[in-house]
């Protein structure tokens, strides 16, 4: 990354414009033409610098039900169950651990009983050998910005 690329990475992390035309305001602050942050941001999320740009949403206060998950997943098994769980709209993380659970996820949904219909969903597609729902008692929400 060169610099303009760790200015950019700097500037999106929060305030973002909520414009008709987000990208074009972020180019005039950062003196530059829309097409190339648009091309910076392509390039940066194709070297996997960046993961995902969006909103986060408090989904509580929007009425869904979220949960982090525990899967107990059979090593041959990894690959087809990971692509069974992205399938769900709800996953917003999903990560592999060396652990006996080895499959982290996230899920949101309307309700708690459609989180355990996906969750049985799941676990009958992948062979998931144990599934632990585990819905958060207390949230706690830190905003973090990485200084690039």
Known sequence: MDKLDKLIMNRIQGDFPLT???YKQLAQELNI????LL???????????IRRLGAVFDSKKLGFSSTLVAAQVP?????KAVAVI???PGVTHNYQRAAEYNVWFT??????????????E?????????IL?????SFYKIKVNFNV
Do not use: C, M
């Open 133 to 137: 729902n585990l819905p958060a008692v």
């Open 39 to 49: 091309t910076r941001l392509r390039v940066l999320k194709e070297r996997g610098i």
């Open 122 to 130: 799941i676990s009958d597609k992948t062979g998931a050998q144990k």
């Open 33 to 36: 033409a829309e097409d190339e």
């Open 75 to 79: 090593e041959e098994k990894i690959d």
């Open 20 to 22: 008709g035309q987000p």
């Open 86 to 88: 992205n399938a769900y």
């Open 107 to 120: 899920l949101i949904a309307e309700s708690q009983e459609r989180i355990e219909q996906i969750l049985q």
